[in-house]
T-cell receptor, first 114, second 110 residues
Framework: DTGVSQDPRHKITKRGQNVTFRCDPI?????LYWYRQTLGQGPEFLTY????????KSRLLSDRFSAERPKGSFSTLEIQRTEQGDSAMYLC????????????FGEGSWLTVV | DAKTTQPNSMESNEEEPVHLPCNHS???????IHWYRQLPSQGPEYVIH?????VNNRMASLAIAEDRKSSTLILHRATLRDAAVYYC???????????WGLGTSLGVNP
């Protein structure tokens, strides 16, 4: 499968624990995005990379959230000291560096904080 | 940010055409109009996108108004597998991120 892959697909964690999600984009894509989605809502933008550079970060991303994309390949999204409000689906997407180009999404990583 | 407005829900019958409208009056001249759809518990799936001209692909057609303030996604023959939430988004140009609304939940009756 050559699409965007995310791992793990589901994570249940206790409040206060740290969690990390991994995203492997489509290999030739140099743009990578993270979104968060809660039930009944559209996805919310979190952050965006072009190669290894994090070019934009949403105000939604508190100090507890950090994303990296070393070497411009896979990316990780870490949430520290999780809270119940962090329960959501975290979506990763990638695209080529062409204006208006198609963005391809992974299947998402579901986080439940108990 | 290019915000869009869509009806909350629509119903269609199987094998009939479906026209899903979207208003995007604040879209910039360089933003493409993208449509995605999402099934429950899955990531969004690309459907179609365009800038000014109408576009066709194997999944759907996209009709863009001349003033680019609105567009319509056309599913020529709805199937049960087309039941999903459909999102219309302005993206591209200087806008590097997708701003999602609530989308239109499409129900397809057998």
């Amino acid at each position: 499968d050559t699409g965007v892959s995310q791992d793990p697909r589901h994570k249940i964690t206790k409040r206060g624990q740290n969690v990390t999600f991994r995203c492997d984009p489509i290999s030739e894509h140099n743009r990578l995005y993270w979104y968060r989605q809660t039930l009944g809502q559209g996805p919310e933008f979190l952050t965006y990379f072009q190669n290894e550079a994090q070019l934009e970060k949403s105000r939604l991303l508190s100090d507890r959230f950090s994303a990296e994309r070393p070497k411009g390949s896979f990316s990780t999204l870490e949430i520290q000291r999780t809270e119940q409000g962090d329960s959501a689906m975290y979506l990763c997407a990638s695209s080529m560096e062409v204006s208006g180009n198609t963005i391809y999404f992974g299947e998402g990583s579901w986080l439940t904080v108990v | 940010d290019a915000k869009t407005t869509q009806p909350n829900s629509m119903e269609s019958n199987e094998e009939e055409p479906v026209h899903l409208p979207c208003n995007h009056s604040t879209i910039s001249g360089t933003d493409y109009i993208h449509w995605y759809r999402q099934l429950p518990s899955q990531g969004p799936e690309y459907v179609i996108h365009g800038l000014t001209s109408n576009v066709n692909n194997r999944m759907a057609s996209l009709a863009i108004a001349e003033d680019r303030k609105s567009s319509t996604l056309i599913l020529h023959r709805a199937t049960l597998r087309d039941a999903a939430v459909y999102y219309c988004i302005g993206f591209g140009g200087n806008n590097r991120k997708l701003i999602w609304g609530l989308g239109t939940s499409l129900g397809v009756n057998p």
